[in-house]
């Protein structure tokens, strides 16, 4: 197996093309990959909520089903919402995918070994859900690879297993009321 | 058993208030609005496995420009509380219609404690909260909390008192433990 996957630029890669995408993020060092790529107004950064990443996503791409959707989160916080994936699943929605950055430990609290260090498979799980399509990539050619599945129009669930380790912090906005407004605005939503 | 209209009335609200995702755990006392929101083409009816699902839903709704409600039991209460930070940060709007367990004739005494805490906690994570005891003033409530969350951009709960739904029946008469 080659080197692990750098997490910046795992997600610089995936988002290289995001052209509109919405971006959804969980919290901690997944936000910070997302910021570090640019901050927009197509992105919304989850600061807690924890588990409630991939379900912002589904309530998104419910709402404009003419736009793709995309989740990023850690293990840490998908394995939180585990029953997201199922309720996404039964929901049918054709517009979302969700990526895990699978570093298998919690790295905002001291790297404590997440589930997933113990052989929890989050993919096979979304599998298990009913998801179309669920992959797990571990090297760059499964990056890009993902980088264009994400623009097609099939629900998509995947794992990418990343190095551990923290990267210098990149912070966006924090203020959700400032984060959502900026979204509705940049989606032409009108606020009375 | 009598087949009261409010809650095709409270249907009616939530379709007048634009709500166009619903949202749930299944209970009872929520049976007919669930099916009437499966039934209806222009609303998502969404099933969760528990109730904070409902919560990031409502938000990432309203991301999207667009109106969701949440239906859960009051032992779903306690399943939302750091969720609820979610709306609250974002100033996104959030309804939640909560049927009551846990206080008028309960049978079942594992429903009294998250029955009995429903609103102080609700109130305490920031909700705010009514409560209908009678038929008639469910969808006029529940018409106004719609007002007040999705114009003022808060977190309302309309709690729906167990009498107006009636104690859930476990057991036949006779078999007094």
Known sequence: MSAELDRREAVAALLAGRRDLLVATGLGSASYDVAACGDRAENFYLWGAMGGAAMVGLGLALARPERRVVVVTGDGEMLMGLGALATIAVAGVRNLAIVVLDNRSYGETGAQPSHTAHDVDLAAIAKGCGWERTYTFADEAGVDQLARALHHDAPLFAVIRIAPGEKPRVLPPRDGAFLTQRFRAKLGIAEP | ?177
Not at chain 2, 23 to 38: M, N
Not at chain 2, 51 to 78: C, K, N
Not at chain 2, 133 to 144: D, H, I, L, N, R
Request: charged share 15%; proline share 6%; aromatic share 6%.
């Open chain 2, 1 to 177: 058993m009598n087949t009261p209209d409010w809650p095709d009335q409270v249907f009616a609200a939530l379709k007048r208030a634009e709500v166009r995702q619903i949202a749930y755990v299944p209970d009872a006392g929520h049976a007919r609005l669930i099916t009437r929101a499966h039934e209806d083409p222009s609303l998502r009816a969404v099933v969760l496995t528990t109730e904070e699902e409902g919560i990031a839903l409502a938000t990432g709704a309203w991301l999207g420009g667009v109106r969701a409600a949440l239906l859960m039991q009051s032992s779903g209460v306690g399943n939302c509380i750091n969720m609820l930070s979610l709306p609250a940060n974002c100033r996104a709007p959030l309804l939640m219609l909560v049927t009551m367990r846990g206080e008028w004739g309960e049978f079942n005494p594992w429903q009294v404690p998250m029955g009995q805490a429903t609103a102080p906690v609700l109130r305490a994570a920031g909700v705010i909260v009514h409560r209908a005891t009678e038929a008639g003033e469910v969808a006029p409530m529940v018409a106004a909390a719609a007002a007040l969350a999705y114009d003022s951009r808060v977190s309302v709960a309309v709690l729906l008192s167990q009498s107006l739904i009636g104690a859930k029946q476990f057991v036949t008469k006779g078999a007094t433990p």
